[in-house]
């Protein structure tokens, strides 16, 4: 029966990935220890950090303001994340504030905010369940067919092997699709972000990231890699890469 199937898989493939994004944010916190900034705060810098977070908020037309706030890490990055753009969080790294010049942090902040404005969260979330479907769908069929060609008591073995290894396979596949996709909208956030923030400030974060990159130590936080502003990949692994080369996005 492929439409119940289809729908069992419909269900299982956005269920899985609505979920992740419902939880996006306190997941986030918890995953990297975000302290969240009180916008009351008397803390000079902290409170420079929120207003500017909001300020640029406003140029993109947000209603409301995202949560702002910080995490310890040693490298210049970033992040937003959130279920939606009324409930969404931009936070940045200890040492992107202690390292970077204020030009550079605008660019970045700029770049975080027009992900949110553009609800990059929630797209992702739909190509996410996109893919997870058409997985369970494809594997499961394929498992079937070829169960057909053994005898029958081996059929329920053959069939759940093939499905396994088809759903790593086209998962494997699946993820250079997502990470296609995720390369497209960092060059949409990087235009939001110049048209935010101003072209020479984008520039700038872009410039200081691509210097930082060179002597960074590999990303150590892959499960929120694609939430960053920026990620390191090379040769055959671009492919799975969720960020473009930094040189091509400062040309763009």
């Not at 027009?114 to 058409?134: C, K, P």
Request: charged share 20%; net charge neutral.
């Amino acid at each position: 029966n492929y439409q119940a199937l289809l729908i069992f898989c419909v269900l299982w493939g956005f269920g899985g990935a609505f979920i992740s994004l419902a939880l996006s944010r306190v997941m986030a916190k918890w995953m990297m220890g975000v302290k969240i900034i009180d916008p009351q705060t008397s803390e000079p810098e902290m409170q420079s950090l929120v207003r500017r977070v909001h300020d640029f908020a406003r140029r993109a037309g947000l209603e409301k303001m995202p949560e702002v706030g910080y995490y310890e890490a040693d490298d210049l990055n970033a992040f937003a994340t959130g279920p939606s753009k009324s409930r969404s969080l931009v936070a940045v790294s200890t040492a992107l504030l202690r390292e970077m010049k204020q030009i550079e942090v605008d660019g970045v902040l700029a770049h975080e905010i027009a992900h949110i404005s553009n609800g990059d969260m929630v797209t992702m979330t739909l190509v996410q369940g996109i893919v997870n479907a058409f997985v369970m769908f494809l594997a499961r069929v394929a498992g079937f067919f070829a169960s057909q060609f053994v005898d029958e008591e081996k059929r329920p073995m053959v069939q759940f092997g093939i499905v396994i290894a088809l759903e790593i396979l086209l998962g494997i596949l699946g993820m250079i699709v997502v990470s296609s996709f995720s390369r497209r909208r960092e060059y949409r956030a990087d235009a939001g972000g110049a048209s935010i923030s101003g072209k020479a400030n984008m520039i700038a974060a872009l410039e200081r990231l691509k210097l930082n990159s060179q002597i960074e130590s590999p990303e150590n936080q892959p499960a929120i890699a694609s939430l960053k502003i920026s990620g390191k990949a090379g040769g055959f692994l671009k492919l799975f890469s969720t960020h473009p080369d930094l040189n091509d996005r400062i040309e763009k």
